[in-house]
């Protein structure tokens, strides 16, 4: 018993020890420069008094006026609402977030059309109360009457300013710790988009801002106007466009912080879901994906079952692989898994732990890279509002 808590003990010594080794190697050359708060210490380690993951490590997304401290990881409230299936009851979904809160967790992030209007609603009562300690992000542009979404993008400056209104309700805040334009609006140029988001600054509604899925062009462009903090897309490790259409390589060069979303790629690189998986109908946007139809989730098993087995000598699961590869991407990104499961939160928050060379995360990449992903990220429809 005591020669397993020695074990233990010098085991954590390791993790620690080998977690800043690790952090150290795996940051590109030059983002030392731009990114001066790299964590100085494993970004979680174990509460000795508890025996939970907490996150202590803190990542910046943006530089200078628009640079933004949060934990390692974040926390996409999305699914405790909207598009991920059933989903717990209210207080179960409140507790967990208090959980995240307890673990560390500072970023939480939700938007006006998820639900719509319910998720934010859920994240104003879960977690207004620790305003000051804990940011919770929201996202603009989808247009929404009465509650219901329209299928069209709205970033006029008199709609961005009542949804910020409306937002600051919902969340319970005087100031909206971070804006992101949820989707580009063809009829409303980055650039005006980027000063109505500067005057709320300057009227202190909004704190920092960002943008989701739009090209290295628009980015630039809003950037010139108003720094922007953060640019969140899609990226992982079945959907790693970004790395190819100039984006993360203009964060890179403009000092803009990167917020990868659905970084289990909804869920199925944690292994929980496959071909024989229902979505329900009426909350969850799954089934109208590609990817997600029971044929290409056949073939796409082979690229989980290639995490697992890359977890399997390493003591990780499948969704840490997931989680650790984006991590060690570069310090100024942030993942933001969603999850109604404390055991799942549990697991996510302890990817932080692992620390893996250079040379292990080239061979997973090979190894995934030489399997065909079946199916588009994307319909027809959706493809078409992003990118702008
Ligand atoms: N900007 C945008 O356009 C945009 C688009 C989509 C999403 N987002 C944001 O990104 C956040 C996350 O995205 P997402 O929910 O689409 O995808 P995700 O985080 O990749 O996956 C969430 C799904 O994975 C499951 N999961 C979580 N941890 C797991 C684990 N350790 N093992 C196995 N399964 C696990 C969850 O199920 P359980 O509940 O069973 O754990 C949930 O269904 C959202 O909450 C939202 O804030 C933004």
């Avoid at 890359?310 to 310090?331: C, D, E, H, I």
Wanted: hydrophobic letters at 35%.
């Amino acid at each position: 018993m005591e020669e397993d808590n020695k074990m233990n003990i010098s085991r954590r010594g390791f993790l620690k020890t080998a977690a800043l080794a690790g952090a150290a190697l795996a940051m590109p050359a030059g983002l030392d420069k731009v990114f001066a708060a790299e964590p100085k210490q494993p970004e979680t380690s174990r509460n000795d008094d508890t025996g939970v993951a907490r996150i202590k490590g803190h990542r910046v997304l943006g530089t200078g006026k628009a640079a933004f401290e949060v934990s390692a990881l974040g926390f996409g409230v999305m699914g405790m609402t909207y598009n991920r299936s059933q989903h717990p009851d209210k207080k179960q979904c409140i507790r967990l977030l208090h959980e995240a809160v307890d673990r560390g967790v500072t970023l939480f992030d939700t938007a006006i059309i998820y639900g719509p209007l319910t998720n934010e609603n859920l994240a104003g009562e879960a977690l207004s109360e620790f305003k000051g300690r804990i940011s919770v992000t929201t996202k603009f542009g989808h247009e929404v009457i009465d509650g219901k979404g329209t299928g069209r993008q709205d970033s006029r400056p008199a709609t961005i300013r009542r949804y910020c209104e409306e937002s600051l309700r919902r969340l319970r805040l005087e100031s909206l710790p971070m804006f992101y334009q949820h989707r580009a609006d063809p009829n409303t140029p980055a650039e005006e988009v980027a000063a109505t988001i500067a005057d709320l600054m300057k009227e202190g509604k909004v704190q920092h801002w960002g943008m989701c899925e739009v090209s290295a062009e628009t980015i630039r462009k809003a950037h010139a106007i108003c720094p922007l903090t953060a640019i969140q897309s899609e990226y992982h490790l079945m959907h790693r466009l970004v790395e190819e259409n100039g984006v993360l390589d203009t964060c890179r060069e403009l000092g803009i912080g990167f917020v990868p979303y659905s970084p289990i790629n909804r869920g199925f690189l944690g292994g929980c879901i496959n071909e024989y998986t229902v979505f329900d109908p009426n909350n969850d946007n799954r089934q109208t994906l590609p990817r997600f139809q029971p044929e290409a989730m056949r073939a796409n098993t082979r690229i989980v079952s290639a995490l697992q087995a890359f977890g399997r000598t390493r003591g990780m699961t499948s969704a840490q692989v997931a989680l650790g590869w984006l991590l060690q991407k570069a310090p100024w990104i942030v993942p933001i898994p969603g999850t109604t499961k404390l055991a799942h939160l549990e697991e996510n928050l302890r990817t932080l732990e692992f620390s893996l060379s250079p040379e292990e995360w080239r061979e997973l990449e090979d190894t995934v890279v030489a399997i065909p992903v079946v199916g588009d990220r994307y319909n027809a429809e959706q493809q078409k509002q992003v990118g702008r």
